[in-house]
């Protein structure tokens, strides 16, 4: 089976930096986009930013300029480097992966989440 594990949240003062990262092992044949969603507690999950396979990126409005998402095919991970933090940006972030596998061909997997917050 196909498993995600997110790393790097944590306490992170405003205007601080953090670098999350994902990794996906199991039954892997091919990876398309990966990206990052964000979710504060009563609240809906939004997207944060994403990366194709060919590398093209897209990003919410919120963190243009502030966050980079990159991706490392060969390990099968995604990261997102986090400047100048806000306290708005706190939330579990979680990791997206569009995945092949032989058994359930393309399919979309989540990891378990990782908190980020911000504040002094």
């Known amino acids: 089976q196909v498993q995600l594990v997110e790393s790097g949240g944590d306490l992170v003062q405003p205007g601080g930096s953090l670098r999350l990262s994902c990794a996906a092992s199991g039954s892997i044949f091919g990876i398309n986009t990966m990206g990052w969603y964000r979710q504060d507690p009563g609240k809906e999950r939004e997207l944060v930013a994403t990366i194709t396979g060919g590398g093209t990126t897209n990003y919410a409005d919120s963190v243009k300029g502030r966050f980079t998402i990159s991706r490392d095919n060969a390990k099968n991970m995604v990261y997102l480097l986090m400047n100048s933090l806000k306290p708005e940006d706190t939330a579990v972030y979680y990791c997206?992966?569009?995945?092949?596998?032989?058994?359930?061909?393309?399919?979309?997997?989540w990891g378990q989440g990782t908190q980020v917050t911000v504040s002094s």
């Open positions: 997206n992966m569009n995945i092949y596998t032989l058994r359930t061909g393309w399919k979309d997997y």
